[in-house]
């Protein structure tokens, strides 16, 4: 005879993900030269909600970076920008507000190479950070499979005997005003 799962066991399970780890160290206080100790709380545990999240983040960022000639953002860099989003979303860090992109990825440049990713970097739990991975390779293949499908129906559009040069250039404008939307879209998955 097997058991059923209960709302005890699928509560107990869901808590793992309130649950906070300190990680406590010491430094200087910039302000007063003193050596005080200071936390930084990590949730070890990464909620699906959250992870879709962070990716949302990291892909607002990527389209925004991708839009701008005067920012070098490097493919290489790509993995430690997922790292960073998810030490961003999973910690009690400090997250840059501001709207401008050069600002936000000055940030991250900045925060990458301090000692604190690396302190954050250390205490992530493989597994978890998997989930993370796991998720960006699977919008990136919905991406690619609904970017495929799109050109694949513009072209079929284009190669279309529309009755009237106006219905053709309707269409053709239409798909055009569109590509945000099409870019929201593959945001969201």
Do not use: C, G
């Given at each position: 005879?097997?058991?059923?799962?209960?709302?005890q066991m699928?509560?107990a399970?869901?808590n793992?993900?309130?649950?906070a780890?300190?990680i406590?160290?010491?430094?200087?206080?910039?302000?007063?030269?003193?050596i005080k100790?200071?936390?930084i709380?990590?949730f070890?545990?990464f909620?699906p909600?959250?992870?879709?999240?962070?990716?949302?983040?990291?892909?607002?960022?990527?389209i925004?970076l991708n839009?701008?000639?005067?920012?070098?953002?490097?493919?290489?860099?790509?993995p430690?920008?997922?790292?960073?989003?998810?030490?961003l979303e999973?910690?009690?860090l400090p997250?840059?507000?501001?709207?401008?992109?050069?600002r936000?990825?000055?940030?991250f440049?900045s925060?990458v190479?301090?000692?604190?990713f690396?302190?954050?970097?250390?205490?992530?739990?493989?597994?978890?950070?998997?989930?993370?991975w796991?998720k960006?390779m699977r919008?990136?293949?919905?991406?690619?499979r609904?970017e495929?499908?799109?050109?694949?129906?513009?072209?079929?559009?284009?190669?279309?005997?529309?009755?009237?040069p106006?219905i053709?250039?309707?269409?053709?404008?239409?798909?055009?005003?569109?590509?945000?939307?099409?870019?929201w879209?593959i945001?969201?998955?």
């Amino acid at each position: 005879m097997t058991n059923k799962v209960t709302m005890q066991m699928i509560e107990a399970d869901y808590n793992k993900y309130k649950e906070a780890v300190q990680i406590e160290f010491e430094d200087t206080d910039p302000k007063t030269n003193e050596i005080k100790t200071y936390t930084i709380n990590l949730f070890p545990y990464f909620e699906p909600q959250r992870i879709d999240k962070a990716i949302m983040s990291l892909q607002k960022d990527l389209i925004e970076l991708n839009q701008r000639e005067d920012i070098k953002f490097n493919d290489e860099l790509i993995p430690l920008f997922v790292i960073y989003h998810t030490i961003l979303e999973f910690t009690d860090l400090p997250k840059p507000r501001s709207k401008s992109i050069q600002r936000r990825f000055s940030y991250f440049t900045s925060f990458v190479n301090s000692k604190y990713f690396k302190l954050v970097e250390e205490h992530l739990i493989e597994s978890e950070v998997y989930k993370v991975w796991d998720k960006v390779m699977r919008v990136v293949l919905e991406s690619e499979r609904l970017e495929r499908m799109a050109n694949k129906f513009k072209n079929e559009l284009l190669n279309y005997d529309f009755k009237t040069p106006e219905i053709r250039d309707a269409v053709l404008n239409s798909l055009d005003k569109n590509k945000e939307w099409f870019d929201w879209l593959i945001l969201k998955i």
